[in-house]
C-alpha cells in the first residue's frame, strides 16, 4: 500500500459575504444554480425572493424531473412570481455573468466549472445563514452517523428545554428558520464535505461544538482521492478557538484508510484543531483523555473537565459519570451516534440524569433503521426496519448485527466508487450473524457485490430489478415457510446510492415504506 498523492489546491472562497445583512439582497439579481428536490434550493429561492431580490433559477434537470419543486413556488401566493424566472434543462453563461451572486448548490463542482467561473460572487444557502444569524453553532459532519447524531442532539435540546433548530445536509436549510434565531438558539448543523467546501475561506463556520463522526471512504466517484476528501471534512474545525470543542474519535480505523496508510483520523484532526479536544470510544479511554465511552453495559461515561461535569458530580468530586443508559433504538453503531449527543447535551449544560432520560426515549429517525411496519402471518410475525440512508457498505454491514438475530437482508444499488467488500466479508465472517436470507437490488455497486459474493462462496436470493419484484419474492418464500412461529426481521440497507432507479436514498426510503405497506 502506498501513500496517496497530494490532493490538488481546492478553491478559496474570499472572507465575509456578498451580502452585509439579509436587507443588502433587495434589488439584486441572483442566480440559484440548481433548484433539486430536497428542498435546499426551494428554500434558497423562498428567501431571496422574500428579501426583494430578482431570481433566476438553473438546473441542468428539465422542468417535469422538477415538477414538484416548481408547483410548490408557483402555487405560493405570499411570493412575487414577477422576480421569478425558470432556465430549467440547461445552464446558460449570460445567468451567470450578469448576475450579481450564484447561489450554488453544494453537489456542483467549482473546479472546471465554466458557469461558476463566470459568476462575480459566489455563496451557499449554508453560507449565507452562517454569515447572518447570531446562534451558537453545533456542527457535525463524518461519513457514518451523522444523521443520526444531529438528529439525537437536537431531539435532546429540546426535550432539555432548548428552543433549538436543525438544518442542513439533513434536507432542511437553515435559511427556512433564519428570523427565528438569536444569539439563545443552538442550531444544530450536519455537514457534508460538499458543504464544508463551499465554506473554504469565508470564515463563517465557528462552531461552539464540532464534531466529526467515523471517517471511512466515501463519495470517491467525486473526490477520487481519500486526502481530498478528509480535506473538506477539516474545515469543521479550522476556524474554531480554544473556547470552542472539538468532539474526535479515539478508535483506530486502518480497514478505512483509502490507502493513505493512516490508522486513526481522530488523532490527525486533534493535532490540527484549536478547539479543546474530546474523544468517543467504544471502549475506556484512557486516563489522561478526556471524553465518552462505553462501558461492557453500554452505558455511557463520560471524563470531563471538572467544570464541565454534572453539578452532582461535581459535588461528590468525582471525575466521571454515567450520563447514558438503556436506549431504544438499535445497533452498535447506533448506541456510538446517542453516545456523541450525550456529551454534546453535557457541554450544553444537562444534568446527567435528564440526559439519561431523555436519550432513552429517543426512537431513531426516518431512513436510518427505522422500524415502520408489523405483518403477521399465523403464528409469524414480520417487522420491517428502513435504512435506505446506508448509502456506503459498512453501515450496511453494521445493519446485519444491529439486532442481535439473523435478519432478512435487502441490499444493492448504485455504485459511487467505493470498495463494496465490507458487505461481503460480514457475511462471511463465522464470528458475525448471519443474515437468514439476503436478496439483492439490480445496479453498478451490486454487480460489484456479485463478483465478492461469488469469491467467498455466500448465497443470496435475485438479483431483482425494482422494489416490486423483489418484495413480491420476499413475501412468497415467507409464505412458503407459513409454518414457521415466533418473529422475522427485514432490514433494507442498500450500502450504496440510489441514483437511476430513485431519486435519491430518501426517495428510495419512502417507495419502500409505501410498497412494503401495499405488499404486506
Known amino acids: 500500500m502506498q501513500n496517496e498523492p497530494l490532493p490538488p489546491v481546492p478553491h478559496?472562497?474570499?472572507?465575509?459575504?456578498?451580502?452585509?445583512?439579509?436587507?443588502?439582497?433587495?434589488?439584486?439579481?441572483?442566480?440559484?444554480?440548481?433548484?433539486?428536490?430536497?428542498?435546499?434550493?426551494?428554500?434558497?429561492?423562498?428567501?431571496?425572493?422574500?428579501?426583494?431580490?430578482?431570481?433566476?433559477?438553473?438546473?441542468?434537470?428539465?422542468?417535469?424531473?422538477l415538477a414538484a419543486t416548481v408547483k410548490s413556488?408557483?402555487?405560493?401566493?405570499?411570493?412575487?412570481?414577477?422576480?421569478?424566472?425558470?432556465?430549467?434543462?440547461?445552464?446558460?453563461?449570460?445567468?451567470?455573468?450578469?448576475?450579481?451572486?450564484?447561489?450554488?448548490?453544494?453537489?456542483?463542482?467549482?473546479?472546471?466549472?465554466?458557469?461558476?467561473?463566470?459568476?462575480?460572487?459566489?455563496?451557499?444557502?449554508?453560507?449565507?445563514?452562517?454569515?447572518?444569524?447570531?446562534?451558537?453553532?453545533?456542527?457535525?459532519?463524518?461519513?457514518?452517523?451523522?444523521?443520526?447524531?444531529?438528529?439525537?442532539?437536537?431531539?435532546?435540546?429540546?426535550?432539555?428545554?432548548?428552543?433549538a433548530f436543525l438544518g442542513g445536509n439533513i434536507t432542511v436549510s437553515p435559511l427556512t428558520f433564519l428570523d427565528q434565531t438569536d444569539s439563545t438558539t443552538p442550531v444544530v448543523?450536519?455537514?457534508?464535505?460538499?458543504?464544508?467546501?463551499?465554506?473554504?475561506?469565508?470564515?463563517?463556520?465557528?462552531?461552539?461544538?464540532?464534531?466529526?463522526?467515523?471517517?471511512?471512504?466515501?463519495?470517491?466517484?467525486?473526490?477520487?482521492?481519500?486526502?481530498?476528501?478528509?480535506?473538506?471534512?477539516?474545515?469543521?474545525?479550522?476556524?474554531?478557538?480554544?473556547?470552542?470543542?472539538?468532539?474526535?474519535?479515539?478508535?483506530?480505523?486502518?480497514?478505512?484508510?483509502?490507502?493513505?496508510?493512516?490508522?486513526?483520523?481522530?488523532?490527525?484532526?486533534?493535532?490540527?484543531?484549536?478547539?479543546?479536544?474530546?474523544?468517543y470510544s467504544k471502549k475506556k479511554l484512557p486516563s489522561n483523555v478526556y471524553g465518552i465511552w462505553q462501558d461492557a453495559k453500554g452505558n455511557g461515561i463520560a471524563r470531563l473537565p471538572a467544570k464541565l461535569m454534572s453539578k452532582a458530580a461535581q459535588a461528590k468530586g468525582k471525575d466521571t459519570e454515567t450520563i447514558l443508559k438503556d436506549i431504544i433504538v438499535p445497533g452498535k453503531h447506533m448506541r456510538l451516534n446517542v453516545l456523541n449527543a450525550a456529551l454534546v447535551l453535557q457541554l450544553m449544560g444537562v444534568e446527567a440524569e435528564k440526559t439519561i432520560d431523555i436519550l432513552g426515549h429517543w426512537n431513531g429517525i426516518e431512513h436510518r433503521l427505522e422500524y415502520f411496519h408489523e405483518w403477521k402471518n399465523g403464528g409469524l410475525s414480520v417487522r420491517f426496519y428502513n435504512d435506505s440512508a446506508a448509502t456506503v457498505p459498512e453501515a450496511a454491514a453494521e445493519s446485519t448485527q444491529a439486532f442481535g438475530e439473523p435478519v432478512i437482508f435487502l441490499t444493492g444499488g448504485t455504485d459511487k466508487g467505493l470498495d463494496l467488500s465490507p458487505i461481503a466479508a460480514t457475511l462471511a465472517n463465522p464470528l458475525a450473524i448471519q443474515p437468514s436470507a439476503t436478496y439483492l437490488l439490480a445496479g453498478t455497486a451490486t454487480d460489484k457485490m456479485l463478483a465478492d459474493f461469488?469469491?467467498?462462496?455466500?448465497?443470496?436470493?435475485?438479483?431483482?430489478?425494482?422494489?416490486?419484484?423483489?418484495?413480491?419474492?420476499?413475501?412468497?418464500?415467507?409464505?412458503?415457510?407459513?409454518?414457521?412461529?415466533?418473529?422475522?426481521?427485514v432490514v433494507f440497507s442498500p450500502g450504496s446510492t440510489s441514483f437511476g432507479m430513485f431519486q435519491n436514498e430518501f426517495d428510495r426510503g419512502r417507495q419502500f415504506k409505501e410498497k412494503v405497506r401495499e405488499l404486506f
Not at 441572483?30 to 428579501?51: D, I, K, P, S, Y
Not at 463556520?205 to 477539516?234: C, E, G, R, W
Open 12 to 65: 478559496t472562497y474570499p472572507q465575509g459575504c456578498y451580502f452585509e445583512s439579509p436587507e443588502a439582497i433587495a434589488g439584486k439579481k441572483v442566480t440559484v444554480m440548481g433548484l433539486g428536490l430536497n428542498g435546499g434550493g426551494e428554500a434558497t429561492v423562498r428567501f431571496l425572493l422574500q428579501h426583494g431580490a430578482f431570481v433566476t433559477v438553473t438546473d441542468m434537470k428539465k422542468a417535469e424531473d
Open 73 to 163: 413556488l408557483d402555487e405560493d401566493t405570499s411570493l412575487d412570481h414577477s422576480r421569478l424566472r425558470y432556465v430549467l434543462g440547461e445552464h446558460k453563461i449570460e445567468d451567470f455573468e450578469q448576475a450579481d451572486c450564484v447561489i450554488k448548490n453544494p453537489g456542483i463542482k467549482y473546479d472546471g466549472n465554466k458557469y461558476l467561473a463566470a459568476a462575480k460572487a459566489i455563496e451557499t444557502d449554508i453560507s449565507l445563514f452562517l454569515h447572518f444569524t447570531k446562534a451558537p453553532i453545533i456542527a457535525i459532519t463524518g461519513s457514518k452517523g451523522k444523521s443520526s447524531t444531529v438528529s439525537a442532539i437536537y431531539y435532546g435540546l429540546r426535550e432539555a428545554g432548548f428552543k
Open 189 to 279: 448543523l450536519e455537514l457534508s464535505s460538499w458543504q464544508l467546501a463551499d465554506l473554504r475561506g469565508r470564515k463563517a463556520l465557528k462552531p461552539k461544538i464540532a464534531l466529526i463522526t467515523k471517517i471511512i471512504p466515501d463519495h470517491q466517484n467525486f473526490y477520487h482521492s481519500m486526502l481530498a476528501y478528509v480535506a473538506d471534512k477539516k474545515l469543521i474545525y479550522a476556524d474554531q478557538t480554544k473556547d470552542d470543542f472539538t468532539i474526535l474519535d479515539f478508535d483506530d480505523d486502518p480497514a478505512a484508510d483509502g490507502g493513505t496508510l493512516i490508522e486513526n483520523w481522530g488523532n490527525i484532526f486533534a493535532a490540527e484543531t484549536k478547539g479543546t479536544i474530546l474523544r
Open 454 to 489: 461469488a469469491a467467498r462462496g455466500i448465497r443470496h436470493n435475485g438479483v431483482y430489478n425494482s422494489l416490486d419484484e423483489m418484495l413480491k419474492k420476499l413475501k412468497a418464500d415467507i409464505i412458503a415457510h407459513k409454518g414457521a412461529l415466533g418473529h422475522k426481521v
